[in-house]
Structures are given as structure tokens and as C-alpha cells.
């Protein structure tokens, strides 16, 4: 029920901010759009914790907040590389634990890690992570630990 | 005080559009100065996570309004997911048909007919 409420809240919202109308004409518009997508998505039978994850926004929030962070030392690393001489790089590739379990929080740690610059998810496969990284020296498998312990929260626990 | 204020978010609004561009050329530089196709993926998502953020954050102090900075945070939102989905679709393909990632060994050592 929580899905479906949330993507209720999220469908009315995203069409809200994207229309910013306000006559009578168009709470009908919108109630019918919404109508169809939710008609839509129920008849998919996609309705599940990973295709509406909007009830955990504050975790994925805080997740993203966190990232951006990252990303942004991660993308002052690269910028430094680029102007280094290309010797200088020791690009090299490693496999990591994936801690997550469900559909939504690999996703979550595969995709920040390929988002992050100087890392690339090459491939997901029982659990495991192989990464190619452009700065391969003092990497370890222990590397990402963090990244997966953050993602288990945002994407995993309650619910 | 207001027009002030203004004046200020606009002026930050350009200077993080320019940085943004200047982020976005440094990547390009790096897609071109990397040797081989891993290295250059990483390069590549430099243009997409600081570069586009940087102009979309400077879009957001120069247009103003709640509608328009709603939307440039959902293209953001965009570009963070497809961006990376993109790269991995990329890198996935390139290591499952073998193609090899250049080791530490295969670069040549930095001298002075290193430029270009």
C-alpha cells in the first residue's frame, strides 16, 4: 500500500511542478494523467519496492547528499589526472562485495560507483562488483566498503 | 538590498555557468589525452557529473523561480541517472567482448616527446 501511495504522491507532484497551473481544467487534466499511469503501472503489475521507492526519500536523500560529496572529490582527482603526464595513471581493475541485496540498493551502489568519476561498474554477478578504476594504486576490495555499507542503508533496511 | 541580492545570484550564476564550461572542456581534453577506452570513460564522466551541475546549479541562481528550478533539478536528476547507465552499458560491452584494460605496465613512462 505504501508503494502505491507514494507513487500517488509522486506522480501528482512531478505533474504539478512540471505544469504549474493552477485552473480547475487542469486538477482534471491531472487527475486523469495520473489515473492512466497508475491504470498503467498496476496492470504491469510493477508496482514493488523498487520501481516506488518514494516513501524512503529522506534515506535516498541522505545517500545522494553524501555522494555528491564524493563526487566531487572524486571529479578534482580526475581533473588532476588529466593534467598529469599520462605515466602518471595506473588504471587497474578490482572486485568488491556487494553488500545489498535487493534490486534497488545494487542498483544504487553500481550506479553511484560508475557516477563517481574515475571508477566504472564492468560488471555485477553473484554479489560482486568488478570495477575498473583509473588510479588502481592503494586500492583494495576494501575500498568501497563504505559506498556498500551507505547503499545497504538507502536501499535495503526497513521495508 | 533585494536588487543587490539579485545582482549577486546573478553574477554567481555566470561564474558557475563559465566553470561549468571550463569543467566540461577539461573533460574533453582528457577523453583525448587517456590512452585507451576505460581510461577515457572516466574522463568522460567528469563532463557529466561536475560540468553539467555546475551550469545546471548556475542556470538555477540565473533563471529564478520555483517552476524552472524545479525543472532544472529534474534534468539534473536525469543526466546523474542515464549518464552513468550509459557509461556502464558502454564499459559492460567493451569487457564482455574482451577488450582488455591497459595495466600499469602497458603506459609508457612520461618524457619529453610525451605531448599530444
Redesign the interface.
Known sequence: MKYFIGLVVALTAGWFVLSGQTKPLFYVLAGMSVLAALWATARLEIIDRDSSPYHRGILLFSFMGWLFIEMIKANIAVIRAIFRPVGALSPGVTVTRCQARSDLGRTLLANSITLTPGTVTLDIADGKLMIHALQGDGLTSDSFTEFSRRSVVAGDERG | MLEQAASIAAFVGQGLVLAGAI?TI??S??VL????F??R???A??T???GAGLIIVGLVLLGGG??VT??LL?IWGLI??T???A??AL??AA??SHVK????GD????SAS?EG
Open positions: 569543467v577539461i573533460g581534453v582528457g589525452r587517456f590512452p585507451d576505460y581510461t570513460i572516466h574522463a564522466s567528469v557529466d557529473t561536475l520555483f517552476f524545479v525543472k529534474i546523474l541517472i549518464g552513468p547507465t557509461s556502464h564499459a559492460n569487457f564482455t584494460p591497459l595495466g600499469r603506459l609508457r613512462q612520461p610525451d
